[in-house]
């Protein structure tokens, strides 16, 4: 059926790709969110203890780039290195290149080069 589906009808099957993992990315954040509200007292204000957590998401979010991303067929991101082949549409590829980059990175690949 989904083959059939994914041949004649590609932006039908593509949004409703989008919207499950949409509502995936929505329900392991809930879940997450769900154990830092039980299991979680950093201050004995619970306001705190969010306002600690949103920031560091936020700046993991932002170090990663992906602090705005939205998920849907208008964020069409190709995955060169082909690291999800399901669902090529993901920041990682890019984040994996920029870190690749970087001088660090490519010094410690000298590195393991020249000890071989």
Known sequence: FWTFISINFPQFYR???????????VFVWRGYWLLYDEYI??????YKTYLVFYIVSFLFLSIIQTASSVNGPLSNMDDENNFYPL?????LSIVQRKF???????EKIQEEDTKL
Request: aromatic fraction near 28%; glycine fraction near 0%.
């Open 87 to 91: 669902y090529p549409h993901c920041y």
């Open 41 to 46: 007292y950093i201050y004995d204000d619970y």
């Open 15 to 25: 949004n409703i790709r989008h919207l499950l993992a949409f509502l995936s990315c």
């Open 100 to 106: 690749s980059q970087l001088k660090f990175f490519k």
